[in-house]
């Protein structure tokens, strides 16, 4: 028996993919590409935006279309939040929700004896435990893993839908986690990085403050040669204060996804972000007075119901003033059973087209602003592949900029995979060029 699997959305959904490749795997499963012919299809889907959702029924249809014969498993948000919708789909076997992953092998089993559609989705209030798939062993790739260290979130912004697919905050059990990163370390990883659906809420169940350095400082006791990264932190649950508990980790890389979303007061109180852009700015001081070329990456959402002109220079002004090293610009997408999607005021696409342009071309010139301050400097960059045809190795900087080092092919063969320490000499392509120290 094949099974293939197609992934949409964000790290989370990738990194439960893997797993259950894994438990396919498990199962006796050869994994297949997603265009190779397969029994078994899986689509882990997205429900962030109308689009997302759009794509994920295209997936299902494709994958159909290519395997008239193979039984179709939709999972993720969109199988959460639109279940009925992907229920009612007629190339649709199986539909398991946001919670229900780890049962997917044996609801294929049941299918194949039964021939009858499965349908498995917990109802919201019943999203109340972590889906643990076990350890992740096989990562794809050889230099980076991620490991899934949370789900849910509570903060319900009025414009998200993704509260409703994953549930409320359920952190996965450390020793899991603990176990999982050992492992990876041990199979010579060298950077692991932390995500979830909210990260910055991992371990806040008890008493709603979060536990995420507690278990940095855990992973950073593991013996070996390697660097942690964080997939993001919401301004919504940790502070200025929070962040400095951050430093004192060596092993933990200058980068941080820190949502913005908007430069406005205004938008940011409609879109129940629970912060102003003085508390946003105050932890973007204290990152920049820890080290002035740490890396800040960050999304901003333009068109929301009610934004004003003023309140979108408000948008291009931050990023003016703050030298992003990318900026992530999504128009708004409104979404049923969202608050934002009932306000009045809902601005008008031909408006958040030429908003999303001109936001764009600022967070362009931010990042230029943002490597050229790196200019002269050395940092420390995970080398990830080779390219023959230019002579250069390339790889991530700890602060999130791509590298690139001239090195014959035998040399970036054992360099592959480790760390070097290089010094930042000149633009170049998507990044910078630099000399191996």
Do not use: W
Not at 10 to 26: I, P
Not at 80 to 93: H, S
């Amino acid at each position: 028996m094949k099974a293939s699997f197609v992934t949409l959305g964000c790290k989370v959904n990738q990194y439960e993919t893997q797993a259950l490749k894994e438990l396919f795997r498990a199962e006796g499963y050869e994994i297949v590409s997603e265009n190779d012919p397969a029994d078994v299809c899986v689509v882990n889907t997205c429900s962030v935006t109308n689009i997302a959702d759009r794509k994920s029924r295209q997936a299902v249809r494709h994958l159909k279309k290519l395997n008239p014969d193979c039984i179709v498993v939709v999972t993720g948000c969109y199988a959460q939040t639109g279940k009925e919708a992907v229920r009612a789909m007629e190339e649709v076997d199986i539909v398991a929700g946001t919670n229900e992953k780890s049962s997917i092998p044996e609801l294929v089993r049941e299918y194949i004896e039964d021939q009858e559609k499965k349908f498995r989705v917990l109802e919201y209030e019943k999203l109340g435990c972590f889906d643990e798939m076990g350890i992740v062993e096989a990562m794809e790739g050889r230099t980076r893993a991620y490991i899934k260290i949370q789900e849910g979130c509570n903060r319900f912004c009025s414009y998200c839908i993704i509260p409703y697919a994953r549930g409320n905050v359920r952190s996965r059990n450390e020793e899991d986690i603990l176990k999982e990163a050992e492992l990876l370390i041990n199979c010579g990883y060298k950077e692991l990085v932390l995500t979830g659906i909210n990260t910055a809420l991992y371990g806040s169940e008890e008493d709603g403050e979060p536990k995420l350095h507690i278990l940095i400082d855990k992973i950073s006791r593991i013996e070996g040669d390697y660097r942690i990264r964080l997939s993001s932190l919401e301004p919504t649950v940790i502070n200025a204060e929070y962040i400095k508990k951050l430093f004192e980790f060596k092993k933990l890389c200058h980068h941080v996804h820190l949502s913005v979303q908007s430069g406005s007061d205004n938008v940011l109180k409609s879109m129940k972000r629970r912060y102003d852009m003085t508390e946003y700015r105050n932890i973007v001081k204290t990152i920049k007075d820890f080290d002035e070329n740490y890396g800040i990456t960050t999304d901003i959402i333009v068109g929301f119901p009610g934004e004003e002109e003023e309140d979108f220079n408000d948008s291009v002004r931050t990023v003016e003033d703050i030298d992003f090293c990318k900026v992530h610009v999504f128009k708004y997408s409104r979404r049923g059973g969202t608050p934002a999607d009932k306000m009045k005021d809902q601005v008008a696409p031909q408006v958040k087209n030429a908003r999303s342009e001109a936001l764009i071309k600022a967070s362009e010139t931010s990042a230029e602003r943002f490597i050229n301050k790196n200019l002269g400097t050395s940092r420390s960059v995970l080398f990830e592949e080779y390219d023959r045809k230019k002579g250069t190795i390339t790889g991530l900087a700890d602060n999130y900029i791509r590298v690139y080092v001239k090195m014959d092919e035998k040399d970036a063969e054992n360099a592959i995979n480790s760390f070097g320490n290089v010094l930042l000499e000149q633009r170049f392509l998507d990044g910078i060029k630099g000399i191996l120290l």
